[in-house]
T-cell receptor, first 109, second 116 residues
Framework: GQNIDQPTEMTATEGAIVQINCTYQTSGFNGLFWYQQHAGEAPTFLSYNVLDGLEEKGRFSSFLSRSKGYSYLLLKELQMKDSASYLCAVMDSNYQLIWGAGTKLIIKP | GAVVSQHPSWVICKSGTSVKIECRSLDFQATTMFWYRQFPKQSLMLMATSNEGSKATYEQGVEKDKFLINHASLTLSTLTVTSAHPEDSSFYIC????????????FGPGTRLTVL
């Protein structure tokens, strides 16, 4: 079966760095996405990785290792507004998105 | 770019009525649109996938006669919840794929449906 695993909840301190991990087992791979979802709102697109390596976008970076079925989202200089759920999703061989359950990130002052 | 709108943003209706939700891609042509449902504190649940001009593909357990999807053009898809009941109360979110970043799904802001 297809499976996406990510931690349910993480807590970090304002100004610090946090890494949210995602492991996956899917039938085929056509890219991995990270989305941010604030409570009561729709998800917003953060990043897309299809090749191995690190993609950096400002305070956010996303890493992919296809051989390990592993990705992480790295958030630097955390701000209170970064408190949200972070969703990992993998596009399978049918170009369907398989969603993780999301990681709720709590930022403390 | 890649803006998706949804209308209405919230709706309250009586049990037994039908509700239509519109999803539009504003600055790109969406080859595929998706409809999701999300209950409080739960994960996104894909309801159906639709391609312009063809019938939607529904996920297992989603009643196609209850959730009518029409993808009339490359920029508009509608979801109609027919004979809504309180258990249909949820956050309905559409997403669209297409345009320059063809594989990325961009989400609309969602529609919060409350059925009394």
């Amino acid at each position: 079966g297809q499976n996406i695993d990510q931690p349910t909840e993480m807590t970090a301190t304002e100004g610090a760095i946090v890494q949210i991990n995602c492991t996956y087992q899917t039938s085929g791979f056509n890219g991995l996405f990270w989305y941010q979802q604030h409570a009561g709102e729709a998800p917003t697109f953060l990043s897309y990785n299809v090749l191995d390596g690190l993609e950096e976008k400002g305070r956010f970076s996303s890493f992919l290792s296809r051989s390990k079925g592993y990705s992480y989202l790295l958030l630097k200089e955390l701000q209170m507004k970064d408190s949200a759920s972070y969703l990992c999703a993998v596009m399978d061989s049918n170009y369907q998105l398989i969603w993780g359950a999301g990681t709720k990130l709590i930022i403390k002052p | 770019g890649a803006v998706v709108s949804q209308h209405p943003s919230w709706v309250i209706c009586k049990s037994g009525t039908s509700v239509k939700i519109e999803c539009r891609s504003l600055d790109f042509q969406a080859t595929t649109m998706f409809w999701y449902r999300q209950f409080p504190k739960q994960s996104l649940m894909l309801m159906a996938t639709s391609n312009e001009g063809s019938k939607a593909t529904y996920e297992q357990g989603v009643e196609k006669d209850k959730f009518l999807i029409n993808h009339a053009s490359l920029t508009l898809s509608t979801l109609t919840v027919t004979s809504a009941h309180p258990e249909d109360s949820s956050f309905y979110i559409c997403s669209a794929r297409g345009g320059r970043e063809a594989d990325t799904q961009y989400f609309g802001p969602g529609t919060r449906l409350t059925v009394l």
